[in-house]
């Protein structure tokens, strides 16, 4: 799963004590990885920063589509890990991260739109993350969903997702909302699934090709329609190649990307569509990993 599938929120005990966990990790373990991050060599310390910047088609929420009349959209995302624990035991990693993901729009819902402003979305999470035997790994995750153009309302989620990263990678996704405001702007709290795979194969010394797919379903008055709670939200197959750069290791490992995805819409995200019942999504982008 990438960060462009995620969004979240929560309140309560539960969910402070993860963010002050993840906070708490990253500012313990900043101080160990200064050090090897000196020089011109390749990250070996316990934290991790992952940056991309997505040029999609148009911007697509679990089936739903954000922006009637897309323009540009800019999609810049970064996050920071820290590796707590690595070893034996039950848990074989333990990682936090904390991170933020971004849309910039010029179309109908960003600076063409009523408030004449860019910046639609910005996501903030904080997960914990257990690895487990047998490329098995689970995460908890709170994610607070803002749109600073105030064309939304802010809504808050807390996920907990199962993956396992062997051949076809597949992983299980809920998402509980515990706001009044909704990501599918239905009447209630929802609880969305969303279950998918995402095989992968290298062509070639350095491309990589992944054909993920993925089906969302809501789990209880998530896709919610004049009332009405529909089960299927979509389903989404598609093609990502991405391409290392091949730059000096010091400078961390960046890569090209580029995609399309189709998507085949239920009840709630045909209606949100404009009465169409499918949607095309292309994508390019850039990242980087150290």
């Known amino acids: 799963m990438t960060r462009r599938e995620c969004r979240s929120r929560a309140s309560g005990g539960p969910i402070r004590v993860l963010v002050l966990a993840g906070a708490l990790g990253v500012s313990m373990l900043a101080g160990r990885t200064a050090s090897a991050q000196s020089g011109n060599t390749a990250n070996q310390g316990a934290l991790k920063f992952t940056g991309t910047l997505d040029v999609p088609s148009v911007y ?71 690895g487990l035997g047998g490329g098995f790994g689970v995460s908890a995750e709170y994610v607070a969903f803002t749109s600073p153009n105030l064309m939304k309302d802010t809504v808050q989620e807390f996920q907990l997702a199962v993956t396992r990263s062997r051949t076809f990678n597949p992983y299980a996704l809920f998402a509980f909302e515990l706001t009044d405001q909704s990501l599918d702007l239905g009447e209630h709290k929802g609880t969305y699934g969303e279950f998918g795979v995402a095989p992968s194969w290298r062509l070639g010394k350095r491309l990589t090709v992944t054909v993920p797919a993925k089906v969302g379903l809501s789990l209880k008055d998530y896709y919610e329609l004049n009332g009405v709670d529909h089960t299927f939200g979509f389903f989404d197959v598609g093609g990502l190649a991405t391409f290392p750069l091949g730059l000096p290791a010091g400078a961390g490992a960046w890569n090209l990307h580029g995609g399309v995805d189709v998507i085949a819409m239920g009840d709630k995200a045909k209606a949100a569509n404009d009465g169409n019942g499918s949607k095309v999504v292309a994508l390019i982008g850039i990242g980087v990993t150290y």
């Open 60 to 130: 697509v929420f679990r089936g739903i589509v954000q922006e009637s009349d897309p323009k540009l959209t800019l999609q810049p995302a970064a996050d920071v890990t820290g590796r707590v624990k690595s070893g034996d035991g039950a848990f074989k990693t333990i990682d936090v991260s904390l991170g933020v993901w971004n849309s910039l729009q010029t179309g109908s819902s960003g600076s063409d739109g009523p408030t004449d402003r860019l910046h639609y979305e910005e996501d903030f999470y904080t997960m914990l993350k257990l």
